[in-house]
């Protein structure tokens, strides 16, 4: 079994899985940067299905995750103060992608 938090190896460019008996993969493979995926010798292996384009740019958001303060707040059980209150997410995560992408080509 492969980890889902592989697939947030964003430096990651070569993943040799061959001979493993893996069975399948997760899903967030697909939105690796991946050069070379070496899965010979795998028989039972089933690749999972690709995401629609669409949904495969949108990063956190296709795996409906809320990491927000507000949400998080919620979630543990504690009051969210007035102030978080009325802030509506103003993060463009295919933004900060484009960013980061443009960053780690400079260096």
């Known amino acids: 079994m492969i ?34 995926l070496d899965l010979k010798g795998n028989p039972d292996l089933m690749m999972p299905p690709k995401p629609s384009e669409l949904m495969k ?9 809320d990491f927000s303060l507000q949400n998080q707040l919620r979630l543990a059980g504690a009051s969210v103060p007035p102030s978080l209150q009325g802030q509506a997410q103003q993060k463009d995560p295919v933004a900060r992608k484009m960013r980061l992408r443009r960053r780690r080509g400079e260096a």
């Open 3 to 36: 980890r889902e938090g592989l697939c947030r190896c964003a430096s990651l460019k070569k993943l040799i899985l061959a001979r493993n008996k893996l069975i399948t993969l997760p899903e967030a493979i697909h939105l690796t940067e991946l050069e070379v």
């Open 57 to 65: 740019g949108s990063g956190l958001e296709f795996y409906n995750i």
